[in-house]
């Protein structure tokens, strides 16, 4: 990640009389959409800046729409005057600081000359400062900059792979087979067309679990319905086309899954998971390996799954023309019978194997990232995905562990949000 902040300038600009200062928590500030990039790169920067810098209580940023509203013709840039933009805070947008500018992108590279204008504390004030990156995330990054410059503090970073270091004695896996060598025990049953389990091609893992995408769309859909309701063997399975073209495989849409079974979940626990991934990935393109959390919604279920149906010899139509207290009874039967049909997913994490090199590599990292496992979370499931490029991807070792660290259940933290407030009361469903 190459990311470059310069200050350029800092100066003192007056127009008309001194505002009295704000008190703290009461700024409310105007993004203009950023001048100078073709398609509309601009007006997406200045949305992400606003985005952001709405999280903190002491700014109150004025919406996308109030603000094409507030903005002169001819827009406003780095050309416009201060005299001008403070006449503007003052006159119309009745707020208290400015943040406009200039971006070019050039190729993968994007340099965003921002000045901020801010009449919040008596004489006003203006910075201009340069921030610019060539990662795939540049517009995330040179918003948090200019967050940052102008709340004057660091920004809050979740927890990222790598922060922890991977423990070194963990205990029995909670998944069974891992390492795929017992072939599809602990797991689903390759379809032997876009899942297999093979020899490692470079000799040194045994038996891995290959997942390959390039494959032919369409024909591949009517395969997994097949399997799905009994109508295919993958011990005989069809031989499926390559793409017509790169947008027509399956790589560029579904990608490929492979589960493993259920594995039953512990309240406030925090696990690891950890794997071997060969295979080329491409920028934000990279295979996963999600961790999934179920829950029991067979109370709520009000159908049949199509394969229930299939099962039952009825057809949809035939089901819903039953009476009511007869389709309650069936769908109760086949939550008994088939239990894991009316399980919902609750929760979901993924280990990210980036792998530009393309031969084996290890990957390990814990989840919940923040805090333990929710407390609806009745079972979990892997599974392998693998998408784009098209090609194959090689797993193995892939491991579910407890956190050998944890001493105690940990409560459930909930993702970061700094406007976000509990409720105080429940709804009553009474009106007033």
Known sequence: MKTIISILALALVGAGPTPPAEPPGARHVVVFDLAGARGGYGAQLADSIRLRLRRHNAYEVIDRLTTADLTPAGGVSLKTSDVQIVKLLRTRAAAQMAIFGEVQTIGRSVRAEIRCVDISGGQPRAWTKVFSDETERARGIIARGVVEAVTGQAEWTPPQYGDEAEPKNFAKPLNVNGGFDAGAVGWARPDNVSTLLVADPRGGKGKVLKIFTDLDRDAWLKYQRDLMLGRADPAK????????????????????????????????????????????????FFPKIVVKGFADFSAQAAGLSETSLKELGLTPEQFADLPKARRDELIQAEARKNPARYRREVYRWYLACRNEAGGWKHFAAPFPPRGGLPANVKWLRIEVYAYWPAGEYFFDNVHLYKDPRQKAPLPEIKARTLHYKPPTTQPTGKSK
């Open 237 to 284: 399975p069809p031989k499926i086309p390559p793409p017509k073209g790169k947008y027509s495989s399956v790589a560029a849409w579904e990608g490929v899954h492979y589960r493993s079974d259920w594995i039953d979940a512990t309240a406030g626990q925090r696990y690891w998971l950890t794997a071997d991934m060969m295979g080329r990935s491409a920028g934000m």
